[in-house]
């Protein structure tokens, strides 16, 4: 980020006015991110790119994340910047312990459908449980 701050300052000028698009598509379902919260999505993005020591071109994984979720009975508006977030920083994270053996779409679709079925909207169990489960398993079947 530091190295190449124009850059880095357009390609978070690009993600802010994709994720105010989402707005649009998300509206239906009562959720919508402020000003302030898609700024603060924008640069938790980088960081945690940086901390997973990813990389990505493009769009990145907030969108298709925001697109799966949007419907889940268990989003709700007071909390659903954090909540992205969340899913977001676990997608790298999750990305990296599977190898990258998993497509994002995969990967997407089996978060939320645990996070809508047995985990009820706990991120904290999504990630601490059954993904742990699952990139355990992935790991022994690459091996």
């Known amino acids: 980020m530091e190295k190449f701050p124009a850059l880095f300052e ?31 999505l924008s640069l938790a993005r980088a960081v945690s790119l940086s901390d997973s020591g990813r990389v990505e071109f493009g769009g990145g994984i907030l969108e298709k994340l925001i697109d799966a979720f949007c419907d889940s009975p268990y989003l709700e508006q007071e909390s659903y910047a954090q909540t992205l977030t969340d899913l977001q920083d676990a997608f790298y994270y999750f990305k990296n312990e ?11 679709a089996f978060m939320k459908e645990h996070f809508n079925d047995d985990c009820e909207g706990s991120v904290e169990y999504l990630t601490g449980s059954l993904l742990e489960d699952f990139s355990r398993l992935t790991r022994e079947e690459e091996l």
Do not use: K, M, P, W
């Open 98 to 108: 599977t190898l990258d053996t998993v497509s994002d779409d995969d990967l997407i």
């Open 10 to 40: 357009a390609q978070q000028s690009a993600q802010e006015e994709r994720l105010r698009a989402c707005n649009r598509r998300t509206a239906r379902y009562g959720l919508r991110l402020s000003e302030e919260s898609i700024r603060a």
